[in-house]
């Protein structure tokens, strides 16, 4: 079998097991809002799904993510995910020999994107106490080139959990804005961090936010999403679409819901998340040698590390696959610090954090006497 088949193999066997705990992939899983559900239901009912949703998807959604963002100058194009738009933007502003800047660790998608269309890629370590587990303005500068045309901040970021100042974002924005770059603002997480800053405010011509329904609303198996940036920008973008019929229109009605009961709904949410975080931490507060380099994190998960314990984070991650609870590897994420630690995700029901904090003493022990070769994705 190919690589390919065997990590879908993988995947489809975590989606069939119906009890499997997901906390490895930072999906919502806080039950839905009834209006949300009914939105879908009634798209069903009255069977919506027949046409094609308008291309740049319907006014009011596109409206809707623009008040969430807070930038009404800005368009959006509503997407199929944000990995979608991440796919999009990349394919359509890259060129051979031109240069991406990121972060290290990062989300590796994009990277990939990147490399498709022949952009050499560069990522700038982050991963330390040394840097603050985040980006310096000073440490971007020194990376830029004459070939810098994308930078992508993932912000909060993932896997990390750490969220950039408005200062900070501010002197980046200066760096990128120096070097005549495209400023890639990933925000998939926004809404879980403490504050937040889009560099939308301070250089909308070249900034592009990426906007996801995944995280904050649960979305995550309807794929939507979407890119917000100047007009100008838009217009380039819906030249060439991988998707000019629409995203789904079922995905988009829930999209709508989820804004219109949004500050009603999802402060439960933020409140039961950050709970989990704690409860996560006290539960590896106990263990000595284990540490989480990042709380508060910003996002829905936390990074925990193991190193310390003389563990491979695989072998973590494969003794709790045996208790149907899904947790992540460093190595998705980073090949240079994957080692160090495991990711788990907490914007899900509490009796998941329960079963997750229970088990992690006998977790550790299994861990310790295991390989860590499992084969993972």
Not at 81 to 93: D, F, Q, S
């Amino acid at each position: 079998m190919r690589n390919f088949d065997i990590r879908n193999a993988h995947f489809d066997r975590l989606v069939a097991n119906e009890d499997l705990r997901w906390m490895g992939q930072n999906t919502n899983h806080v039950p839905s809002h009834p209006a949300v559900l009914e939105a879908m239901a009634r798209c069903i009912r009255e069977e919506g799904f027949h046409v094609y949703a308008p291309p740049a998807g319907f006014e009011a959604l596109r409206q809707g993510i623009l008040n969430d963002l807070g930038l009404p100058e800005a368009s959006a194009m509503v997407t199929d995910g944000a990995v979608a738009a991440l796919y999009h933007v990349c394919h359509t502003l890259l060129s051979p020999g031109d240069q991406f800047i990121t972060t290290d660790p990062t989300w590796n998608w994009p990277m990939a994107f990147a490399r498709s269309k022949g952009a050499i890629v560069k990522q700038i370590p982050i991963y330390g106490a040394e840097h603050g587990y985040r980006l310096s303005a000073e440490r971007l500068a020194a990376a830029i080139t004459p070939k810098t045309k994308v930078v992508y901040l993932v912000d909060p970021n993932n896997p990390l959990g750490t969220a950039c100042t408005p200062e900070e974002i501010a002197a980046i924005v200066e760096v990128v804005e120096k070097a005549g770059a495209y400023l890639i603002h990933d925000c998939t997480y926004r809404h879980f961090a403490y504050s937040h800053t889009l560099a939308a405010t301070l250089y909308p011509e070249r900034t592009l936010t990426i906007y996801s329904f995944s995280k904050w609303l649960g979305l995550a198996g309807l794929r939507v999403g979407a890119v917000v940036a100047h007009p100008d920008i838009i217009e380039k973008l819906a030249a060439s679409p991988p998707n000019n019929l629409g995203s789904s229109l079922l995905a988009q009605r829930a999209a709508m819901a989820g804004l219109a009961i949004k500050d009603e709904w999802f402060p439960g949410v933020l409140a039961q998340t950050r709970a989990n975080q704690a409860m996560v931490k006290a539960a590896c507060d106990a263990i000595p040698g284990m540490l989480v380099p990042v709380y508060p994190s910003n996002g829905n998960f936390l990074v925990l590390e193991c190193d310390a314990l003389g563990i491979k984070p695989e072998a973590l991650v494969a003794a709790y696959q045996k208790h149907s609870i899904m947790i992540r590897q460093g190595s998705y994420h980073t090949p240079n610090f994957g080692d160090r630690f495991v990711k788990v995700s907490v914007s899900v029901p509490t009796q998941w954090v329960e079963e997750f904090v229970a088990l992690l003493p006998a977790m550790v022990d299994e861990a310790r006497a295991g390989t860590g070769d499992t084969k993972l994705f």
